[in-house]
Nanobody, 122 residues
Framework: QVQLVESGGGLVQAGDSLRLSCAAS????????MGWYRQAPGKQRELVADISSSGRIQYVDSVKGRFTISRDNAKNAVYLQMNSLKPEDTAVYYC????????????????WGQGTQVTVSS
């Protein structure tokens, strides 16, 4: 089994900061892209940020300049530093990883964490 566990969510005021963490464990051969998605009530899930195995990063426009994604390959972990939080950032944040489980099998599958709630009050 592969498991992704998130932590770091909470209730904060506008302008505050949070740092989300996610670690993958289990039967893993390699991890390609790791990232963070979020979903607010009544809205579709959207990509917040992701980072490839080579370090290529992308952000959704609404968080550019405020959020920073980073990765620790030795720990199979990904982090999201969120600064200058806004009420519009309120959502459940999900960790995502595209993983190959076996060295002899190049197929990759997406795995998801349970989600961590981020609530930003005005």
């Amino acid at each position: 089994q592969v498991q992704l566990v998130e932590s770091g969510g909470g209730l904060v005021q506008a302008g505050d900061s949070l740092r989300l963490s996610c670690a993958a464990s289990g039967s893993i051969s390699s991890i390609n892209t790791m990232g963070w998605y979020r979903q607010a009530p009544g809205k579709q899930r959207e990509l917040v940020a992701d980072i490839s195995s080579s370090g290529r990063i992308q952000y959704v426009d609404s968080v550019k300049g405020r959020f920073t994604i980073s990765r620790d390959n030795a720990k199979n972990a990904v982090y999201l530093q969120m600064n200058s939080l806004k009420p519009e950032d309120t959502a459940v944040y999900y960790c995502n990883a595209r993983i190959s489980r076996y060295y002899y099998d190049p197929r990759r599958s997406d795995y998801w964490g349970q989600g961590t709630q981020v609530t930003v009050s005005s």
